[in-house]
């Protein structure tokens, strides 16, 4: 389980951009100079579009430069990798947000909060409905990042217009933004709380780790359900029908974490993983590889300790 965090949480209202009304005090907030803010404003040309595979996180083919052939473009992710500078502002944004405290429903993007937490909120549940929420970043307009700093934060006009285009790209949160998936949050404020509502009407409990949605109880109603879907479709999201399950007294795989009763364990596929891995180092003759496949081993038994501790 995760550490909890050490960082000092307030209320939205106690949030620094909170009713932030001069591009000067912006920009000290930030760590940038005036000069550079309106040269960043400005700048349209502040990203390079890169490839990521969705399973390879090293190698040559993990990323790619160029757009991946029809065949293979299932098995990449667009990322826009913004200018450094504005990474670092990204950097801040998010962290000022990350600041705000978060529901306990909220698990990712949260300090301190982990997958494993998220559940094990789920543990002792008879039925689990599993949700997951399409293209979810480009589903966070700036139209809703506008509203959230002017409306919910009250900030002028001017600011937020510059504080769109900070964290905006094509008129959406791009995927390689470093505050993305708190303002993934905050965008969509009225329907997570909205949800919220809904379920503290029932006995059933929730959790939210990014896209991914977790409702589990002694049952849950279609008809509920039914409700979740229509709050999330008439906030502009859609919904992964694929994606979508119901369990009743069976084991369920909730971000990557097996939950049947009291318990949390690691999936099969992961077991089977550890275990492939131990017969490459028995048969393994270089040191080099010895090392590396012993640290792989390693990780793999850290995170068996922390699944199963919980």
């Known amino acids: 389980m995760s550490k909890p965090s050490k960082m000092k949480r307030h209320s939205l209202r106690d949030s620094p951009f909170f009713r932030m009304r001069s591009r000067q005090k912006l920009a000290a907030l930030l760590y940038v100079s005036e000069d550079i803010l309106a040269e960043l404003t400005a ?12 399973k390879l996180d090293k190698g040559p083919e993990a990323w790619r430069r160029e757009p991946p052939l029809p065949e293979l473009v299932e098995m990449y992710r667009p990322i826009d990798i913004p200018d450094p500078r504005l990474k670092s502002i990204q950097s801040r944004v998010g962290d000022l947000l990350g600041r705000i405290t978060p529901p306990d429903w909220l698990f990712s993007p949260v300090k301190g909060r982990s997958y494993v937490d998220n559940a094990a909120r789920h543990t002792g549940a008879q039925a689990f409905w599993l949700l997951d929420i399409a293209d979810y970043f480009g589903s966070c307009t700036a139209n809703n990042i506008a509203h959230f700093f002017h409306k919910k934060m009250e900030c002028s006009p001017d600011v937020t217009a510059i504080l769109v285009h900070l964290v905006c790209h094509n008129e959406s949160l791009p995927q390689g933004s470093p505050c993305s998936p708190i303002l993934a949050y905050f965008s969509n404020l009225n329907m997570w709380l909205e949800i919220e509502a809904e379920v503290a009407k029932t006995d059933i409990l929730h959790s939210v780790y990014a896209d991914d949605l977790t409702f589990s109880g002694p049952k849950i109603p279609k008809a509920f359900i039914w409700g979740i879907k229509k709050s999330v479709h008439k906030h502009g999201l859609k919904l992964k029908a694929e994606k979508e399950v ?6 369920a795989d909730i971000t990557g974490v097996i939950v049947r009763n009291e318990k949390t364990k690691l999936p099969n596929r992961q077991m089977k993983k550890l275990f492939e891995l131990r017969e490459q180092r028995q048969k393994a003759k270089s040191a080099k590889l010895k090392r590396m496949l012993d640290n792989q081993i390693s990780g793999r038994l850290a995170q068996k300790k922390q699944v199963e501790q919980t």
Do not use: A, M, T, V
């Open 43 to 54: 700048n349209k040309n502040l990203y390079q579009r890169l490839w990521k595979h969705k």
């Open 246 to 251: 119901s369990i009743i007294d069976g084991p």
